[in-house]
């Protein structure tokens, strides 16, 4: 009797499971349609996300756009001081061979600055820093027009001067030529003769902004030439960090150690290179005390946050704010830090 019961119960137990197991089946069909779409949606944001913050994608090809890039990339041929190479200037040669001899550094390479024949080291810097960024954010762009290469070699035709203008740790050179006689005499650069005065910046004479755009001009050069030449982007990046920290060890605006620059390329204020080259600085090395600098230990003092002003050659607030929040992320995807 009690055998039989406890048969009964066994089926009926047997039973209740099967059934138990069977009512699980869709439920676990129906949990793994929703992973699999949640999974499948997630793959879909990053994908978009990517290609949102990824480089600006070649589109269609706008000729006359086109054709505006590719004449305005000439301005950069046509500045150019040294032994010239691959020319395509009918009318320029080569110039200022001698620049730096004086002071046994080759500084023949770099840009002139206008119609005159002075290498101003702080916008020509400055230039080289948005070429830089021009190339990083829209290389694939300029690649399709056929203008990649173009780029690389005009920002490369700076830096070379710009690392030779770096011979030591604390002395940049900033100046090549006399602006007050130069802009007495209307000549062409292959036909000047006289022996150009160097001015430098150093420990005594110090120069923060001059020498943090410079910093950050080698910076971002340095994430420029990256993958094309390594031994090239390290040596930058060595004199983007040595001068990054001459700048702000011996901090000192450059319009009061020299004067005679307020003429020109003045500067109101030293805080803004700081950021911008300890940003460029953490973009190229991935080290987070740049960053730092720029978020903490400096943001309050320098970066002017909230009254944003015009973008130059001068002021790079702007451009501060801009790429702490922007290139985070867009680097970050890029793999670059
Ligand atoms: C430092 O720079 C100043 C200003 O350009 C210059 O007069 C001085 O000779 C430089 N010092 C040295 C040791 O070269
Ligand atoms: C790479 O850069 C180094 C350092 O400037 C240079 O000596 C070398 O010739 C470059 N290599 C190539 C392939 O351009
Ligand atoms: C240069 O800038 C400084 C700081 O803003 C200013 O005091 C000075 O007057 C300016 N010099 C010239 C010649 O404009």
């Not at 390329?265 to 730092?292: K, V």
Request: overall charge negative; charged content about 20%.
């Amino acid at each position: 009797m009690e055998n039989k019961q406890n048969g009964a119960k066994y089926a009926e137990d047997r039973r209740k499971s099967k059934g138990g197991w069977l009512w699980w089946l869709p439920v676990l069909v129906f949990a793994a349609i929703v992973l699999t779409m949640s999974v499948l949606t997630i793959l879909k944001f990053v994908h978009h996300l990517k290609r949102s913050l990824s480089p600006h994608r070649p589109q269609k090809v706008i000729q006359k756009y086109a054709d505006a890039l590719e004449i305005a990339m000439q301005f950069f041929d046509v500045q150019k001081s040294g032994k010239l190479v691959n020319n395509n200037i009918a009318w320029r040669g080569d110039s200022g061979l001698l620049d730096g001899s004086q002071e046994s550094v080759d500084l023949s390479k770099g840009l002139y600055d206008a119609g005159d024949l002075i290498k101003f080291g702080f916008p020509m810097a400055f230039t080289a820093t948005m070429l830089s960024w021009g190339i990083l954010e829209y290389g694939n762009q300029m690649n399709a027009l056929k203008q990649l290469g173009h780029a690389q070699d005009s920002l490369k035709w700076i830096t070379d001067y710009l690392i030779n203008a770096h011979p030591s740790p604390n002395v940049l050179y900033i100046q090549v030529g006399d602006a007050k006689s130069d802009h007495d005499c209307w000549e062409r650069p292959e036909t000047m003769s006289e022996m150009r005065p160097l001015t430098q910046v150093n420990a005594s004479f110090p120069g923060t902004e001059v020498a943090a755009e410079t910093a950050a001009a080698m910076a971002s050069a340095s994430l420029v030439f990256k993958k094309i030449n390594g031994t090239y982007s390290d040596q930058l990046l060595v004199h983007a960090q040595q001068l990054f920290t001459f700048a702000d060890t011996y901090r000192g605006s450059y319009s009061i150690s020299l004067p005679q620059v307020q003429e020109y390329y003045n500067s109101t204020g030293y805080g803004d290179e700081l950021l911008w080259a300890a940003g460029w600085l953490y973009y190229a090395t991935g080290d987070h005390a740049y960053l730092n600098y720029v978020t903490e230990l400096n943001g309050q003092e320098f970066a002017n946050w909230g009254s944003p002003t015009w973008f130059s050659w001068d002021d790079k607030h702007a451009g501060v704010q801009l790429y702490i929040v922007h290139f985070n992320k867009y680097f970050y995807l890029l793999g670059i830090c």
